[in-house]
């Protein structure tokens, strides 16, 4: 999780020291619908799998726990 944290934090929210993982990024405007496509890009490529359109909703990407759910789903065989 440190490694999606750290990612997000750079990219969407350089000025914070720490985003917590419960915080919802959506509501907040750390990240937006274009910053959803980024972060996928970022977890496909990092985590070896490939998201279908059907992940691209907000129930996966709006808390950091929630991307942290949306990845382990993922890479299970």
């Known amino acids: 999780m440190t490694e999606i944290h750290d ?3 750079m990219e969407f929210a350089p000025e914070r020291a720490s985003v917590a993982p419960d915080e919802n990024l959506l509501a907040q ?3 937006d619908s ?3 496509l980024k972060l996928v890009t970022f977890l496909e490529q990092r985590f ?3 998201a279908a359109d059907d ?3 907000p129930e996966n990407f709006s808390t950091l726990e929630m991307i942290r759910d949306f990845v382990e789903r993922k890479r299970k065989p």
Do not use: P, T
């Open 7 to 9: 990612y997000v934090r």
């Open 29 to 31: 405007g750390i990240v």
């Open 34 to 36: 274009l910053g959803i």
């Open 48 to 50: 070896g799998f490939e």
């Open 55 to 57: 992940d691209l909703v």
